[in-house]
């Protein structure tokens, strides 16, 4: 039995109002306790951004250069990160599970690099994804694309299941052959996968426009780093997409076949969350590189 309560003076604080329970989001105050809970562990609430580290690529590439062991580049710099995108397999085979960042699990595909990329099919039950305890999904969505229908209707069955758990989906927007990256195909797809129900949103920048990008999508934008780049030029591309309104990146090739990829993971972490200038990031890089060495880099 619970003692009785004496005291005769209780203070409910009367004249101070409630928080606001608006959420740090941008377009996820609508969302359940569970669907938020997960995106604060892939967007940091203190600055409503995310460096998001992308290892998925071999569920249509196989063993890409520098993840033929995950073991040994992605592991040790895993925790840098504040979600990792990667797929079910590598999860539970490589991945610890002490890891205590956000998990964004791959819920598509089909078609090796070999066949027509578009024809992709889920992947992946919510079941499973809730078993994992992945803190979202990730869908592609090939806009202009010969399965377009098919990648979208796979988007939108994703979201419908994702709010059965609570689970929210990261819609990709991949830009097949033939077709511009420019703001207007963006601006497109990105809105097609926000107004079909995607909570996060994964697009590439682009030189003009992307702010409209951005601004046209009601969800948050995450930017791509695609092929590997001088790490200079990562740096100020990804300033240049948070400056213009991006909420993160979500970076593989870029991080990974760095020669050092904590000292790329610490630099992008500065320019995203604090706003660094891409000047600055890269000293920081130099300077890191030194230090950390090449650890988890794959030469
Ligand atoms: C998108 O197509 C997949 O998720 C990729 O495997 C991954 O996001 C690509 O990352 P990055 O282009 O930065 O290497």
Same mark, same amino acid.
């Given at each position: 039995? %619970?003692?009785?309560?004496?005291?005769?003076?209780?203070?409910?604080?009367?004249?101070?109002?409630? %928080?606001?329970?608006?959420?740090?989001?941008?377009?996820?105050?609508? @969302?359940?306790?569970?669907?938020?809970?997960?995106?604060?562990?892939?967007?940091?609430? !203190?600055?409503?951004?995310?460096?998001?580290?992308?290892?998925?690529?071999?569920?249509?590439?196989?063993?890409?250069?520098?993840?033929?062991?995950?073991?040994?580049?992605?592991?040790?710099?895993?925790?840098? /990160?504040? /979600?990792?995108?990667?797929?079910?397999?590598?999860?539970?085979?490589?991945?610890?599970?002490?890891?205590? #960042?956000?998990?964004?699990?791959? !819920?598509?595909?089909? %078609?090796?690099?070999? +066949? $027509?990329?578009?024809?992709?099919?889920?992947?992946?039950?919510?079941?499973?994804?809730? +078993?994992?305890? /992945?803190?979202?999904?990730?869908?592609?969505?090939?806009?202009?694309?010969?399965?377009?229908?098919?990648?979208?209707?796979?988007?939108?069955?994703?979201?419908? !299941?994702? @709010?059965?758990?609570?689970?929210?989906?990261?819609? =990709?927007?991949a830009v097949g052959r033939g077709l511009d990256?420019?703001?207007?195909?963006?601006?497109?797809?990105?809105?097609?996968?926000?107004?079909?129900?995607?909570?996060?949103?994964?697009?590439?920048?682009?030189?003009?426009?992307?702010?409209?990008?951005?601004?046209?999508?009601?969800? %948050?934008?995450?930017?791509? #780093?695609?092929?590997?780049?001088?790490?200079?030029?990562?740096?100020?591309?990804?300033?240049?997409?948070?400056? $213009?309104?991006?909420?993160? =990146?979500?970076?593989?090739?870029? =991080?990974?076949?760095?020669?050092?990829?904590?000292?790329?993971?610490?630099?992008?972490?500065?320019?995203?969350?604090?706003?660094?200038?891409?000047?600055?990031?890269?000293?920081?890089?130099?300077?890191?590189?030194?230090?950390?060495?090449?650890?988890?880099?794959?030469?």
């Amino acid at each position: 039995m %619970p003692e009785v309560d004496v005291v005769e003076e209780k203070e409910f604080f009367v004249h101070i109002p409630p %928080p606001d329970q608006g959420f740090f989001l941008k377009g996820s105050a609508g @969302y359940d306790w569970g669907m938020k809970n997960r995106l604060a562990r892939i967007f940091n609430p !203190a600055t409503g951004r995310t460096v998001m580290l992308a290892f998925d690529h071999g569920y249509f590439q196989g063993p890409t250069s520098g993840l033929e062991r995950i073991d040994l580049s992605i592991v040790p710099i895993a925790p840098r /990160a504040d /979600a990792l995108m990667l797929t079910r397999g590598v999860l539970r085979s490589v991945i610890p599970p002490s890891h205590r #960042g956000g998990l964004v699990i791959r !819920a598509s595909g089909g %078609p090796s690099i070999l +066949r $027509e990329l578009s024809n992709e099919r889920l992947a992946l039950d919510m079941e499973d994804a809730a +078993r994992m305890n /992945a803190s979202a999904v990730a869908v592609q969505v090939f806009v202009g694309g010969e399965f377009e229908t098919q990648s979208v209707e796979n988007l939108t069955r994703l979201v419908d !299941a994702g @709010y059965r758990f609570g689970i929210p989906v990261l819609g =990709v927007t991949a830009v097949g052959r033939g077709l511009d990256r420019d703001s207007r195909y963006l601006g497109l797809a990105t809105r097609m996968c926000a107004e079909l129900g995607a909570q996060i949103v994964k697009t590439y920048h682009c030189d003009e426009g992307f702010e409209r990008v951005v601004a046209g999508c009601p969800v %948050p934008v995450v930017v791509a #780093g695609g092929k590997k780049m001088p790490e200079q030029a990562a740096l100020a591309m990804a300033h240049r997409a948070i400056q $213009e309104g991006a909420a993160g =990146v979500d970076m593989g090739r870029n =991080v990974f076949q760095s020669p050092a990829p904590v000292a790329m993971l610490e630099a992008l972490a500065k320019v995203v969350h604090e706003d660094m200038e891409p000047g600055d990031a890269y000293k920081l890089y130099k300077d890191l590189e030194k230090s950390h060495g090449s650890v988890g880099g794959y030469r």
